[in-house]
């Protein structure tokens, strides 16, 4: 297909800034997402030159794909920018998607395997994995389409891992970066993969110049796996931390890029009236003198819920000092319920979270406060009153949440963080640290946060609100772009 190199710079991502609902009349109604890419993106300004190019999600995406005109949607529906969306067959989206990305990859870098009975990789995985890489291609043949000579090109995250390989073939001329948003899995475990597509995943990778993570720890290990699978030279400073990997005469740099919360956005978003109004209504439910733990996460299986509610059952058992002292507000949203694990998962929040009201409650107090309805103002009001914020990830490439409430916090807010979750390279100094799987830990952690004084806890979230908002999206997205421009 002939088209027009005219891009200079390009975004490649599974989910783009703009999703669509088809009408019974067929008629199409556009929404705008948000974001570090969305942010990122507008830094850069409308003159850049910038294509995003993603894949139509549903039937609504789908039909805008089809209408448009080689998929370039209307910039009246993405707030100016220039996306193109890829209308992907469905079964092939689905295998790519589901299968793999979010059943194999997304398993395999956040260590939720139940080994001995899962991952089985047979006739049907072979074929998933088919359809993960036509879906790759789909994604380099438009970036390929639509970048000009010599262009950037920054792809995003696991669902993408094999396009940089892939696009290096049809454009040897273009520098290309790849980000991992997720944790990248230690060697041992990384080997969990079929030999064949875990050396395959790295090359797509190690196609690009640069590759780049949240943290220093995931890019360390990236390099391990590169150096154990592949046989790869990784390249250290003085010793220490990989800077780059080198392999079949090619060097790609590694990077780490913190991303950090959007204080001005926070701070301005949290503060309007829905917020005021559902703060007030969370504090009605707390009741007058009580303390609030927080929680505010995806049931997605890394994010550890189940024993955050564990822990909490915990702290009740062995502190009853804090019956009818606290309440335990938790947002547990439905994610992926496409899938029967992750249904099977929210059904477990649920059921855990019924059983310690019906054990502890009292006429005048409940134990746990479950929120399942995802609301975006219902999060920043709990960010705002919450005196602990829970945050124990079993792992996690970076964990956001970590890093909104300190911003947003009104009289500050002591964090109970997991070692595994990325933002503890920033912030752990000032977080009372777990151990994920501890329970019995994590509730103690809970107790001393409960008991901390308001001054300490002032303090505390003033350097984590420091540390949060220290590479903010829009900083984070060109540093990306300036790191392969150099």
């Known amino acids: 297909m002939g088209a027009p190199r005219t891009a200079q710079i390009l975004v490649a991502s599974n989910r783009g800034p703009v999703s669509y609902a088809l009408g019974e009349d067929g ?32 039937d609504g995406d789908r039909e805008a794909a089809r209408r448009a005109e080689r998929g370039h949607l209307s910039t009246a529906d993405t707030g100016g920018q ?15 998607y589901n299968g793999i990305a979010n059943s194999v990859l997304w398993f395999v870098h956040h260590l939720l395997y139940q080994t001995p009975v899962e991952p089985v ?7 998933q994995w088919a359809a993960y890489e036509t879906y790759n291609a789909a994604f380099a043949d438009a970036l390929a389409e639509e970048a000009a000579e010599g262009a950037v090109v920054l792809v995003q995250d696991y669902h993408l891992a094999l396009v940089p390989g892939i696009l290096r073939e049809r454009r040897p001329d273009l520098r290309i970066g790849h980000f991992s948003h997720t944790p990248w899995a230690p060697p041992d475990y ?9 050396a395959q995943v790295l090359r797509g990778i190690l196609g ?9 720890r995931w890019a360390t290990a990236f390099a391990d796996c590169c150096a154990a699978v592949l046989g790869a030279e990784v390249v250290r400073e003085g010793g220490g931390a990989a800077t780059a990997v080198r392999f079949e005469g090619r060097e790609t740099l590694l990077g780490v890029h913190g991303l950090g919360a959007d204080a001005e956005f926070l701070r301005q978003r949290s503060r309007q009236a829905d917020v005021d109004e559902r703060l007030t209504n969370l504090r009605a439910q707390i009741g007058p003198g009580r303390k609030s733990i927080v929680r505010v996460d995806r049931t997605e299986l890394s994010k550890n819920i189940v024993r955050g509610l564990l822990a909490y059952r915990r702290l009740l058992e062995t502190h009853p000092e804090w019956r009818e002292r606290v309440v335990h507000v938790a947002f547990a949203y439905p994610s992926r319920q496409d899938l029967t694990v992750y249904r099977d998962y929210t059904e477990r929040v649920r059921l855990i979270a019924d059983e310690i009201n019906a054990e502890y409650g009292t006429e005048g107090w409940q134990p746990v406060a479950l929120h399942v309805k995802d609301d975006f103002a219902r999060s920043l009001a709990a960010y705002r009153l919450a005196d602990v914020a829970l945050v124990n990830p079993i792992r996690d490439g970076m964990n956001l949440v970590a890093k909104e409430v300190p911003v947003v ?6 964090l109970v963080l997991s070692r595994e979750a990325g933002a503890y390279a920033e912030l752990g100094e000032d977080a009372l640290v777990v151990n994920p799987y501890d329970v019995e830990a994590t509730a103690e952690a809970l107790h001393e946060a409960l008991r901390m004084g308001d001054g300490e806890r002032a303090e505390r979230t003033k350097r984590l609100a420091a540390a949060a908002t220290a590479l903010p999206p829009q900083a984070w997205f060109l540093a990306q772009l300036r790191a392969l421009e150099a």
């Open 409 to 414: 916090s009104e009289q500050g807010c002591a």
């Open 208 to 216: 690009g110049d640069r590759a780049a993570f949240l943290t220093e």
């Open 190 to 198: 990384y080997r969990l993969l079929p030999d064949t597509v875990a």
């Open 121 to 127: 990789f047979d006739a049907e995985f072979g074929a």
């Open 27 to 58: 008629s199409l109604t556009a929404k705008r997402g948000g974001g570090g890419l969305v942010s990122g993106l507008s830094a850069i300004g409308p003159d850049a030159g910038a294509v995003w190019v993603c894949a139509a999600l549903g």
């Open 82 to 96: 220039q996306v193109r969306m890829l209308d992907i067959a469905p079964e092939v989206f689905a295998a790519a």
